[in-house]
């Protein structure tokens, strides 16, 4: 029930007519890509009282857009969130939430694998006292109290997670956070607003990129973070203004009109990602398939918290060796052979690029195989799959 009733929700959110402009009465259906980077005021007094609030105000590009605004008004309705911000990139977001909220001294817990270039960031600034504990293993609410110290100040994770799509759980999570004053950050990337609330669980800050299924058609770069308003207090000024990785008017009129088609894409994501999945699964060739619908392990989770499955999952070849792995991409005639996903095409990837990585790889099988399903006919991209598997 609860389902049909966000699904309904969403469809109205990402369809509804929000342009901000007003011609006589008449509103267009779609914003006007506002490229400009100053507004002029009719006084210097105008002038001095918007820029006070350049949250709200647009005074400058670096700070609000109309189009950018259009877009992040959407977005946090879809995430139910009382603010949402867009960036340049889904990293150029999640760097700005660290680099705000973290300062010398403080610690984080990383729950679950999550996107390595996060990973690389918190590495990276470690040099600068700020440092970090990463669980792969045992990712239970137990395993996380255990790793929280006394400056601890946030707990970030990914769920499901990129590359082994395991889950965790995220309200446990959040109460224990809560108790101990500690904020909560997840990448909910995968299953797009449409498929998980995280914010309904008790999360502080949501993080996405929207390069993904949003934009949806591999034309652009783009992210957002959504949280309640105090917290982007915090943010906007030293995150969004003055480190500047914001979107443009262009990438957010592309991403509203991502949204138009959204919850139909996700439909036919979900429903050509599952065929596969089960597909995979009777394969002697493979030995798992890590996709949350056939997680069992995960089961109780997936009740819990998703709405739906995207395209994007991982399964596991009997071999560790990367020369079969590599034949078996090159086998593949129709999924292309490239990173990134959530566009229109099917893609294949192993993430480990022929080598292993014991620390950007923590707890990836070696002969794991990453697949973004996207919307062809699904006949097709089985048959090129039942092909490569024969030729390996
Ligand atoms: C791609 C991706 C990001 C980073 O987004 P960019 O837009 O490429 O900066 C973050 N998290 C996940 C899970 C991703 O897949």
Request: with cysteine; hydrophobic share 40%; proline share 4%.
């Amino acid at each position: 029930m609860e389902q049909i009733k966000y699904w309904e929700e969403d469809i109205k959110i990402c369809t509804q007519v929000d342009s901000g402009d007003d011609f006589d009465g008449a509103v267009p259906m779609n914003p006007g890509i506002v490229m400009t980077s100053c507004f002029a005021f009719p006084s210097y007094q105008h002038l001095s009282s918007a820029i006070k609030q350049e949250r709200f105000n647009c005074v400058y590009s670096r700070g609000s857009n109309p189009t950018v605004q259009a877009l992040e008004r959407k977005l946090a309705q879809l995430e139910r969130a009382q603010e949402c911000r867009c960036f340049a990139s889904g990293m150029a977001g999640i760097t700005a939430v660290l680099f705000s909220l973290l300062q010398a001294g403080d610690h984080v817990v990383v729950v679950n694998n999550i996107y390595g270039p996060v990973l690389q960031y918190l590495n990276h600034i470690s040099k600068n006292n700020i440092s970090f504990d990463h669980l792969t293993e045992d990712i239970s609410p137990s395993a996380v109290e255990n790793a929280i110290k006394s400056n601890t100040k946030l707990i970030y994770f990914e769920s499901p997670a990129t590359m082994t799509f395991r889950q965790t759980d995220m309200q446990q999570i959040c109460v224990l956070a809560k108790s101990k004053g500690i904020l909560t950050m997840i990448d909910n990337t995968w299953a797009t607003p449409l498929f998980q609330k995280p914010m309904l669980f008790g999360v502080d800050i949501v993080a996405h990129s929207l390069t993904k299924y949003v934009g949806g058609a591999s034309d652009l770069v783009g992210g957002a973070i959504m949280t309640r308003s105090e917290l982007m207090e915090k943010i906007f000024p030293v995150g969004y203004l003055m480190q500047g990785g914001v979107m443009s008017s262009f990438v957010a009129y592309l991403c509203l009109r991502g949204l138009l088609s959204l919850p139909l894409r996700m439909k036919q994501h979900q429903e050509n990602g599952l065929a596969v999945a089960q597909f995979l699964q009777k394969n002697k060739k493979i030995v798992r398939v890590n996709h949350p619908a056939l997680r069992q392990e995960d089961k109780t989770l997936t009740q819990k918290y998703l709405l739906g499955y995207s395209g994007l999952f991982s399964f596991v070849l009997d071999s560790e060796d990367f020369s079969h792995i590599a034949a078996f991409i090159d086998h593949l005639k129709h999924f292309k052979k490239a990173v990134s996903w959530g566009g229109f095409e099917s893609l294949a990837i192993s993430p480990h690029f022929g080598q292993y990585d014991e620390v950007k790889n923590k707890g990836v099988s070696k002969g794991i195989i990453r697949i973004s399903v996207g919307l062809e006919p699904v006949e097709l991209l089985i048959k090129d799959l039942e092909n490569a598997l024969k030729n390996v």
